[in-house]
């Protein structure tokens, strides 16, 4: 599934947008449609946006992202805590954002295999300068754009809460993974993603 989409560096221009996401997924649950919510953001700016094309870009990240979900997370999100609605809120950026995913697998994982307390957003500057050497689309981002993502990557991970600040520092925090969520994570072949939050083998 991950295969197809080819490495982008767009989230710089997208946010973690959780609160947005929230309220997407509760009009689906009342039985709105893409369209309708598409027409009440235009006409009412349901996402507080700043200006229109603003929350147009809302709209279209959040419904892709909201697509990739399987059904029973989407239901299963309504009955957990904030904290693993942050977490499905970044399952689905991880679907959604392939270059993205890869650095949690391969970075963040890894970083929690080995132990390691302190974040730092080289973590990101060297899984983009070693993505360069293997891979075209990454080689062509330029220096500021690679800088940008820093910022977003490490945005994501804090808001999403696999990064917590103690003292000035920003620290690996080992998140609590939902029994629920997991299984469901399992019977959609997506063992990756629990392996990636878990920082597990």
């Given at each position: 599934?991950?295969?197809?989409?080819?490495?982008?560096?767009?989230?710089?221009?997208?946010?973690?947008?959780?609160?947005?996401?929230?309220?997407?997924?509760?009009?689906?649950?009342?039985?709105?449609?893409?369209?309708?919510?598409?027409?009440?953001?235009?006409?009412?700016?349901?996402?507080?946006?700043p200006s229109k094309d603003y929350g147009k870009r809302i709209f279209s990240e959040i419904n892709k992202r909201t697509k990739e979900l399987?059904?029973?997370?989407?239901?299963?999100?309504?009955?957990?805590?904030?904290?693993?609605?942050?977490?499905?809120?970044?399952?689905?950026?991880?679907?959604?954002?392939?270059?993205?995913?890869?650095?949690?697998?391969?970075?963040?994982?890894?970083?929690?295999?080995?132990?390691?307390?302190?974040?730092?957003?080289?973590?990101?500057?060297?899984?983009?300068?070693?993505?360069?050497?293997?891979?075209?689309?990454?080689?062509?981002?330029?220096?500021?754009?690679?800088?940008?993502?820093?910022?977003?990557?490490?945005?994501?991970?804090?808001?999403?809460?696999?990064?917590?600040?103690?003292?000035?520092?920003?620290?690996?925090?080992?998140?609590?993974?939902?029994?629920?969520?997991?299984?469901?994570?399992?019977?959609?072949?997506?063992?990756?993603?629990?392996?990636?939050?878990?920082?597990?083998?």
């Amino acid at each position: 599934k991950m295969g197809k989409r080819e490495y982008s560096a767009g989230i710089v221009s997208k946010g973690f947008w959780f609160l947005e996401f929230k309220k997407f997924l509760e009009f689906l649950k009342d039985g709105k449609n893409e369209n309708e919510i598409r027409k009440m953001q235009e006409e009412e700016n349901i996402f507080s946006a700043p200006s229109k094309d603003y929350g147009k870009r809302i709209f279209s990240e959040i419904n892709k992202r909201t697509k990739e979900l399987s059904e029973d997370i989407k239901t299963l999100f309504f009955k957990v805590d904030v904290g693993t609605m942050k977490i499905i809120n970044l399952l689905s950026v991880m679907q959604t954002d392939k270059l993205f995913f890869e650095y949690v697998y391969n970075s963040y994982r890894n970083e929690m295999l080995l132990g390691t307390k302190e974040y730092s957003p080289n973590s990101v500057k060297k899984f983009l300068d070693e993505k360069s050497l293997q891979n075209e689309e990454v080689a062509k981002f330029t220096e500021n754009t690679k800088k940008r993502m820093r910022g977003s990557y490490g945005n994501y991970l804090k808001e999403a809460g696999l990064l917590e600040e103690n003292n000035g520092k920003i620290l690996y925090r080992k998140i609590y993974l939902d029994y629920e969520l997991e299984n469901l994570l399992r019977e959609n072949k997506m063992e990756m993603y629990i392996k990636a939050l878990k920082g597990e083998v």
